[in-house]
């Protein structure tokens, strides 16, 4: 690895591969960086390794990773798997993990691609051993075939929860219910989006198919469930689902609940460089600033792909092309006008995939209760096991900011630095003083972006000299 | 808005000067252009340290000492402090000879608080240092406590007793009006009898507005903390000739600091952790444990604190302007100190004199060497 790189690319899913090939392709320097063994990110994930049986389980969407991977192989990016970048300041310096050894790089242009995770949303029994999010379950299937192997209950809300249940359905896993907590109120808020919604019909199509599917397979589903709440056993593991539905109590019995509530950005690279954020309330998370090409408040640093606003992996793979369009025009190797010829489809493309977006965002909208008005015993955050109740109460002593709740509280200060639960508190934070959560800031986000060892860091005094 | 004393930087210098004038009956507000403790009193390592201070400093810190030994009396709230000593580990003889000297310098001072200690009581009290050790420099009465707590509790004992704290209130510029004072802020102008600059890494600008300069510069401290360990050390590590101040909190994370200096945009208050430094920092800690080498850092930054030229406060009135008061430039170890100096600042402004010497600390120190 270089010292120095006109192009540093943070992500190998499809925004990241799309931009390398894009950017490589004039012959700049530019280094691609993940975490994960290999390329595809989240929805390629596994997609050079996966055997072909498990490939047409996946489905149609994920198989169109291998020619996008492909391309990416012969290319002239450098890659490196297995390197973690735990820290970005505004000046460009990258610090990464490559080896067990940490090291500081330098860029021209960053681009960040790094994606989303899944939005954490704590209920009662949350932190219980046998809840999980599904996500994890589907990373496990799509790496190494791995499946629960007793029924699992599946609950939350999104397009992502429909694809794993019917993914596992494909191999044989028992769903004992599909609980989707979208309240009916979210179909009526969703219809005036639906007429543009149709023109992009073959996502709406293929969300029918799965729902037709899974009917057709005996599966259980339930809508508008409400008061979902995890029990355990006497040995503190996941024993009971409880929830709510058409005014009734109900529950069920299972070792396993993979929960998922939708995906927003993952903003802590963007954060600790310092670029600026806002609120979306139609996504209900935040995301960087930024324009069209993904230029964000700081020069040189880009964002494209779900990690600048959730628009899907076709969407984050032209929105990647788009960002390494002009990341060749900032290092002055093409023209304005060239960037802007090479733009017209891509923009295009990201137009379209733009449709079924408002729709499937009110559509699948997590209700308020569960975002936050939490009970007081709810464990928001759960490494330092933070209550919705200590929370408040913290609001009332300080002066109701995020962060002075933080300092008082302790919650976001564990392992995690608040990448589970900054959300969850800056929602009962705003709740709490009767605000918007746009009109509340954020934690600050603090360096490093993932732990780090002191030996890992110590590594860096030799690296570095 | 009028007021007896008007109090600028509610950091735990400010809030300990309003809670002493509150307990006795005078009003004051304190304004800050953030909020409570946003800056280095809420970002700091927390040390209740009288090891190894400046000579000047020592009665004063021996009498913080005092008052944090009985925190609770005066902010009903124990800040979670934790009285488990600090110590300056000696690495070789010559790290000995300097601490020994040191010892006996304290000694000739009249204190007694800082005592040698040799190889065996040393293993005895951090059995897992790493075994090249050879003595110390020990204070028993030192310790630790949670700073934003603390801070909290100053504030709210003292919301109690009638002071008046306002955030989001930046000061524009500061006038003087006959024997009082005029000062426009973000939120409108406030007039007092007399007024306290306790304003941290922006006393400086404060000091210059009052017609009454220092040379005080602002610097971004790091300090990094890990993940949660099972207890395995009670002191607060120093070492007598390497950057390393080092502790296990209550809760089991270590707060790593020593003094490294982040980079700082001071108009933006932008700071940049500079990661090489911090990398030494973990070098020198791996180093005294060994043990630790795979414990994760979770998190780092940097707060923004007033430094003097000498490395000690200023504290006291202004010898330019009227009724106009200082403390300022803790230089990194203000936290401690921060229970007496509302003593100090209120006996200043109530009675025009104090019962520990501040001659040392005078703002006008400076003239003599400009
Ligand atoms: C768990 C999960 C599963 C998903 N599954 C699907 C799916 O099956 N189908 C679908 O259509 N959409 C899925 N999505 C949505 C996903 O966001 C896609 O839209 C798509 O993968 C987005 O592409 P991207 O290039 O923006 O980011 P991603 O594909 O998420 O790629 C981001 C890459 O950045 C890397 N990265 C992140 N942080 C760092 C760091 N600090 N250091 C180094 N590398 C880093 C990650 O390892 C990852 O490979 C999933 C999302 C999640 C969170
Ligand atoms: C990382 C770090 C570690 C430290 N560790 C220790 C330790 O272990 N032990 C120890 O004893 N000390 C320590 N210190 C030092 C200690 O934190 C400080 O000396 C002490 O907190 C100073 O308190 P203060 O109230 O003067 O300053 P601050 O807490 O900085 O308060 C000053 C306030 O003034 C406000 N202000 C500034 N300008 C204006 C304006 N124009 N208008 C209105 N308000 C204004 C600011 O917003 C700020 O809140 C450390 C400091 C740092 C940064």
Redesign the interface.
């Known amino acids: 690895m270089k010292n120095h790189y006109q192009l540093v690319i943070v992500g190998a899913g499809p925004a990241g591969l799309a931009a390398a090939v894009t950017a490589s392709e004039q012959g700049i320097s530019c280094a691609v960086l993940d975490e994960q063994a290999a390329v595809g990110g989240q929805i390629y994930r596994a997609i050079e390794s996966v055997p072909e049986q498990r490939a047409k389980v996946l489905g149609t969407e994920y198989q169109r990773g291998t020619a996008l991977a492909k391309a990416f192989r012969e290319s002239k990016a450098e890659y490196f798997p297995n390197t973690k970048v735990w820290s970005l300041t505004a000046d460009k310096q990258i610090g990464l993990l490559h080896d067990g050894k940490s090291k500081l790089i330098t860029a021209d242009q960053v681009l960040l691609v790094s994606g989303a995770i899944e939005r954490p949303v704590p209920f009662p029994g949350w932190t219980l051993p046998g809840v999980m999010q599904a996500g994890a379950g589907q990373i496990l299937f799509k790496s190494s075939g791995v499946v629960p192997s007793e029924g699992v209950v599946l609950a939350g809300s999104g397009p992502l929860l429909l694809l794993l249940a019917w993914q596992y359905m494909q191999v044989g896993v028992e769903i004992k219910a599909m609980l989707d907590v979208t309240p009916l109120s979210n179909h009526l808020q969703a219809m005036p989006k639906l007429p543009r919604a149709l023109l992009a019909h073959h996502y709406l199509t293929k969300g029918l198919v799965y729902q037709r599917d899974l009917k057709r397979a005996g599966v259980v589903t339930k809508i508008g469930v409400s008061d979902l709440r995890a029990e355990a056993d006497e040995n503190d593991e996941l024993q009971t689902v409880h929830y709510r539905h058409l005014g009734r109590e109900h529950s069920i019995e299972t070792g396993l609940l993979m929960t998922h509530f939708g995906i927003i950005p993952h903003i802590w690279l963007t954060q600790a460089a310092g670029c600026k954020h806002q609120w979306d309330k139609s996504q209900q998370c935040w995301r960087p600033s930024h324009d069209k090409w993904g230029n964000t408040s700081l020069q040189g640093i880009l964002v494209a792909g779900d990690g600048a606003g959730i628009n899907g992996a076709r969407s984050a793979e032209h929105t990647g092309r788009l960002a390494g369009l002009q990341a060749l025009y900032a290092l002055g190797v093409i023209s304005e006008a060239e960037r802007d010829k090479q733009s017209i489809t891509e923009r295009k493309w990201v137009k379209a995939e733009r449709h079924i977006r408002p729709f499937l965002e009110a559509y699948f909208a997590i209700p308020q209760e569960m975002l936050a008005t939490h009970a007081k015993d709810t464990i928001i955050c759960r490494c330092e096991e933070i209550t919705a109740g200590e929370i408040r109460t913290a609001v009332e002593q300080s002066h109701g900011d995020s962060n002075q709740v933080k300092y008082l509280s302790r919650c976001g200060m564990g392992a995690c630095q608040g990448r589970q639960c900054a959300n969850a508190v800056a929602h009962i934070v705003a709740d709490a003083g009767g605000l918007a959560v746009s009109e509340k800031s954020h934690f600050r986000g603090r360096p490093p972006v993932a732990p780090l060892s002191l030996q890992e860091l110590a590594s860096l005094s030799e690296e570095n000299v | 808005m009028k007021t007896e004393v008007l109090i600028i930087g509610a950091g735990l210098i400010g809030a300990s000067t309003a809670l002493q004038l509150a307990m006795r009956g005078c009003s004051c507000i304190v304004i800050d252009k953030d909020?409570?403790?946003r800056h280095a009193s809420?970002a700091n390592a927390g040390g209740l340290r009288q090891l190894n201070r400046d000579p000047a400093e020592i009665p004063l810190s021996v009498a913080a000492a005092k008052m944090w030994h009985n925190i609770e009396s005066l902010v009903d709230s124990d800040c979670d402090v934790r009285f488990s000593g600090q110590l300056r580990v000696a690495e070789n003889k010559a790290d000995m000879e300097k601490l020994e000297q040191r010892a006996a310098m304290v000694r000739s001072m009249g204190y007694q608080h800082e005592e040698i200690i040799g190889k065996k009581e040393l293993y005895q009290l951090v059995p897992a240092l790493s075994p090249h050790c050879v003595g110390a420099l020990l204070c028993r009465g030192d310790g630790y406590g949670r700073p934003?707590?603390a801070l909290?509790a100053f504030r709210?004992k003292a919301e109690s007793l009638g002071a008046i704290f306002q955030?989001n209130t930046e000061v524009y510029s500061i006038e003087q009006l006959g024997e009082g004072w005029e000062v426009r802020t973000s939120q409108g102008t406030f007039y007092s009898d007399s007024l306290v600059n306790c304003a941290g890494g922006w006393a400086g600008k404060l000091a210059d507005m009052m017609q009454d300069p220092a040379p005080l510069t602002a610097k971004a401290l790091m300090l990094m903390v890990?993940?949660?360990l099972p207890h395995f050390v009670d002191p607060v590590m120093g070492a007598a000739s390497r950057k390393l101040s080092f502790k296990q909190m209550q809760?089991g994370t270590l707060i790593i600091g020593g003094a490294l200096v982040a980079k700082l945009d001071f108009a933006t208050e932008?700071t940049?952790?500079d990661?090489?430094q911090?990398?030494?920092s973990?070098?020198t800690?791996?180093d005294f444990f060994p043990q630790?080498?795979?414990?994760?850092?979770?998190?780092?930054?940097a707060g923004i604190e007033g430094f003097m030229p000498d490395n000690i406060p200023v504290i006291g009135a202004s010898q330019q302007v009227k009724n106009g008061y200082h403390a300022f430039g803790f230089s990194a170890h203000g936290f401690q100190l921060s229970p007496v100096i509302g003593v100090i600042l209120a006996q200043l402004i109530l009675d025009g004199k104090t019962e520990l010497s501040i001659e040392d600390f005078s703002i006008s120190r400076f003239d003599k060497q400009a």
């Open positions: 909020s409570p403790g809420g934003y707590h909290t709210r955030s890990t993940e949660r809760n932008k940049e952790i990661w090489s911090l990398a030494q973990a070098k800690v791996v630790l080498k795979d414990v994760r850092i979770v998190r780092a930054w």
